[in-house]
């Protein structure tokens, strides 16, 4: 067939309508994919342009030494942008009062990512801000002003020199890249930095050279640069274990949601191209007795297809892009900052899609009407040998595979994805036919319309099968990808509750306890613990002095003499899991330290192993009994080393606990600590409140997937439908000729697609129970759950839906004289 | 139309057609060795029983089919020794079809559903030829009608339109005027040997219509998957 007259068919099948559900079909495939990865594209981009704030930058470098010059050199060449800060603690003095605080100095450059926010009077709004202090100047958090007794332009003392207070400073992209930064803040100019002269050698400094710009540069830069064993590089998902495994997850989502809308339209796609085949084999055996070759027929199917593909991608990318745009638009207000730009590859990756569909969904029933015998022209009665079912399910499989893996390139999701719907082909395969055969021994007692539906369904068994498999994949999906996201925004959730302790106050005396607990019970949230803290260092380990273990064991990188916080509990607590050993009963007498599994590890310390402690000049021995994993995104203090009861209790301590204030309430602050002033407070509620920011962002997002998700379901539920409404039609069209009431073809049809539709439910709930818990474990880290909830909403909604659906769809059947319905079908 | 063809010059034969078709029951013998020749311009009936053999025999006279054995040559080309690809091109190029069930495109006009075959050939057709042939057939009004608009009449006649747009040197009609009335039946046939008569085809026909059939030049009776005597 010529060009000219495949153009004209494939425009008249347009026309009447026979082409309609397949260039739909490959429309919503092109378009899903194109705006699916146009929206997740630029989220993505925005999304680590947010984290990186939390940075303010996009790499960093931190150390206790200066940063080399020659680092800053090497970065700029590359074209880096980079900015440098210092952190130290000092004692600051303005007026008679002094202050301990946290003081940034930052250079000109300073933010790479996010912006500083300050505010024109102490504990008033802020607004963002371009630059930095000036030389000469310095910005305050608001609570130091009525701490030292100051106002705006006053001078305040920072070591040797006299600065003048600038600004008030309501907060810093990167406050939460150091949580225990203690005291207030005061940010200054690097320039500054000399004419103070706190920073002597022995001073306790952290130095940060802050990186952005191009992915690949800062990448190769950390190749190039020297950074072992003083510096250590960072990026979001290494500095921020809570931000990073959202972000990874959420990734991961937005992923599998991109591949199950590819599926499912896939699934829509095959159908309607079947059913397209199957309305064209009497046509095919038509044209070939006119003399079309089989050749013929090939070329001009494939160029048919061809042709409705290339409309179908051309029409999906501009919808895919306007619905981005629609979304966009829409979220406008609950974005993050501006998104990027979005590149090609959403674009090639949505063409691609719509090819690689039409050739390996569609394609195998094309082809295969080349094959029709003409002689089914003269004899109905002649079938068409079905395509084999090796052909078609292996090219929708190879199809899937390379689509899947190359939109993912998560060989491990794709895996999981496709193993989930095998086993539901195969095992549930069994289980609707069995339901299928259990319905026929009810309908032997049904009333008419139900036994009219029930026979229906018993005589098409082979074709219902595979249309509760369908439904039952598309609802499963469906299910899959609810279950998932409910799970993954609890776990968000749960990490950080609402009214979670934003503050935490450490130094508390043992005479103080009780006076700080109460002022704290009037004023905000007690948090959940009090905790004694006692400080002390390792000495001996078995017996061998600390530095000769050191020098025995190579793996040992830590200085393991340093004082650290050391703690004593009765009872584990909640964010620990214990990996090794036992917990100590409260009554036992000996002295046991339980350790964090990686600390010990780094120490060369096992279960059984004797350590030796120096605490206030006082030696005491304890037996590690146990080993401890934490969990670092509970913003929660972690304790390396914790003793049990008998070993602490005596010595005298200092107790650490937390509470949460409103932001509103900020002051009561310096109330606390005038009246307590040796105690010290480090305030997280800045840290909370941007991990809280961005853990929505990603809700967000993953729940716009969803819908788009849900979009592709319903497509293919109609496909389906549609699929298998020819052989229903005419069966139903000759009980209405044979005097069947409306009532009663109605009963029957709504019979059959609540059938239908409540057994593909309950295909879909058994699947996705599976492929959820699959998912959770091997994927996403998460525990594996049951969801009773499902079981029973699954096929309800199953039923509803595909009823629904089914009767919109088979509505001119009811409406039209049956004639009509037989002729058209013919 | 077709004079350079002799009166006498055989367009199809068949020799000890055989058709055998795999039954649960075993084998199941359709036709056994029919041989026939049919002369050009001749109007061959092929009459019998149903499950006779008839249509299985006019399939593979025009090369819808395949015989299990024997040969079928048709103008001057032996059907049995060619593939489908063959086979088709054979067909697009010698024959037309008139078949019981009218076998019209739904998605094309009457007028498309004419000039169909010769744009399968690869050529191109004047609407206006198309014009001519549904005029001839009564059907000059309804050009731009679907199938689905006509009756059963008025699509055995696009048909039949369709049948003689390819100018064809042997006419295939199987139960032309089965799925009609005696009244339009009879309009049918009449038209179909008015155009056999014009364009000077062979006409082979299966049919239970013993009027239909005795109207032909010639009869051949087929019971038991043979030629009966």
Redesign the interface.
Known sequence: MNLALVSRLAWRDLRSGEMGLLLVALLVAVGTVTSISLFVDRLQGALVQESSNFLAADRQISSSQAIPDDFFLRAQSKGLETAQTLVFQSMIYGGDNNQLVSVKAVDEAYPLRGELIVADQPFADGYPINGVPAPGEIWLDSRLFPALGVSLGEAVEVGMASLRIGGVLVAEPDRGGSMFDLGPRLLMNLQDVPATEVVQPGSRLSYRMLLAGDNDELETLKEALPLQPNYRWASIRESSSSIGNALDRAESFLLLGGLLGVLLAGVAVGLSAHRYAQRHFDHVGVLKTLGATPGQILRGFMGLLLLVGSVAILLGLAAGGLLHLAIVEVLAQFLPVALPVPGLRPFVLGAVTGLICALAFAMPAFVHLKNVAPMRVIRRDLGVTPLSRWVSYGAAAIGSLVLLVWYTNNLWLTFWALAGAVVVITVFGFVAYWLLRGGRVAGMQAKSGWRLALSGLQRRRQENTAQILIFGLAIMLLLVLVLIRTALIEEWRSQIPENAANHFVMNIGMDEVDGVGELIEEFATQGEFLYPTIRGRIVAINDLDAKAWRAQKPQVRRRMSSERNLTWMRTLPGNNALTEGEWWDVGDARPQVSLEQEYAQEMGLTVGDNMTFDIGGQRIDAVVSSMRTLQWESLSPNFFIIFSPAALEEFPATYMTSFFLEPENKSFLNTLLSQYPTITVIEIDSVIEQVQTIINQVTQAVELILVLVLFSGCLVLIASIQASRDARMSELALVRALGGTRRLIAGSLTGEFLILGAFAGVVAVMGAEVTVAALQTQVFELSASVHPWIWLLGPLCGALIITVVGLLGSRSLLDSPPMNVLRGLN | MNSDLPMSRIVVSAEGVTKVVPTAAGQLVILDGIDLEINAGESVAIVGASGSGK??L??IL?G??AATEGAVRLVDADLSRLD???R??V???Y?G?V???F??????TAL?NVM??V????DRMAADQARQLLTKVGLQERVDHYP?QLSGGEQQRVAIA?AFA?NPKVLFA?EPTGNLDTQTGEVICQLLFELNQEFGTTLILVTHDRGLAERCDRTIAIAGGKVAL
């Open positions: 249509t299985t006019l399939g025009a819808l089919d489908e690809e063959a088709a091109l067909r697009g190029q024959m079809f078949f019981q069930s076998q019209l495109l739904g998605s094309l498309e169909l075959p744009e399968l050939r690869g689905r369709r390819s199987d």
